[in-house]
């Protein structure tokens, strides 16, 4: 059964730079999207971004310029870094894994069936 | 940028059914797949392409169900049980993943 392993620091000051990864366990790296989702105290879910095998990259557009997602392949692990963090990035951040699936034509359908166990990170000074 | 809209709760007494919209303009154009999270755990796919259950170790229940007509999709739980009580979201793919804001389920 595959499983996402997550680990990073959890208590940043301001202006630092979060830094996260996230490793697959007992199944397939390739044909899939990696993804980061993100969930602020008491708020919904925030997708933040997507990496397959290839480095094939897309990134949620609101935050496309503080974030950026790696992969490293051969040891089955995707990475999350978001730069200058302020207070509002304050959230618990989840790896997942994404399946795109082609229903017909250009239409896809898109659903992510395993996810990591979250990692709470607060940005305080 | 596109936008799921859920209601912010969803009230229903045990054993009875508990319908959870999600619509958003041209949704018909689009696949939706549904979450469930409890307090302090990770989301749980419970729906994808609309209507399917995922099976496997982590199979959803039965009384879960997915439908699709027009721009609003809707989970659907048949009997609910207190252990259902959870937030909900959809989720679609618009060249980007896309959440609904969530409904919490409570069961009175």
């Known amino acids: 059964q595959v499983q996402l392993q997550q680990w990073g620091a959890g208590l940043l000051k301001p202006s630092e730079t979060l830094s996260l990864t996230c490793a697959v366990y007992g199944g397939s790296f390739s044909g899939y999207y990696w993804s980061w989702v993100r969930q602020s105290p008491g708020k919904g879910l925030e997708w933040i971004g997507e990496i397959n095998h290839t480095g094939n990259i897309n990134y949620n557009p609101s935050l496309k310029s503080r974030v950026t997602i790696s992969v490293d392949t051969p040891k089955n692990q995707f990475s999350l870094k978001l730069s200058s963090v302020t207070a509002a990035v304050t959230s618990v951040y989840y790896c997942?894994?994404?399946?795109?699936?082609?229903?017909?034509?250009?239409?896809?359908?898109?659903?992510?069936?395993?996810w990591g166990k979250g990692t709470t990170v607060t940005v305080s000074s | 940028s596109y936008e799921l809209t859920q209601p912010p709760s969803v009230s229903v007494s045990p054993g009875q059914t508990a319908s959870i919209t999600c619509s958003a303009e041209k949704l018909g154009d689009k696949y939706v797949c549904w979450y469930q999270q409890k307090p302090g755990q990770s989301p749980v796919l419970v729906i994808y392409q609309d209507s399917e259950r995922p099976s496997g170790i982590s199979g959803i229940p039965e009384r879960f169900s997915g439908s699709h007509s027009g721009n609003t999709a809707t989970l659907t739980i048949g009997g609910t049980q207190a252990i259902d009580e959870a937030d909900y979201y959809c989720q679609t793919w618009d060249r980007n993943v896309v959440f609904g804001g969530g409904t919490k389920l409570t069961v009175l």
């Open positions: 997942a894994r994404g399946n795109m699936v082609q229903a017909w034509g250009q239409t896809y359908y898109y659903y992510m069936d395993v």
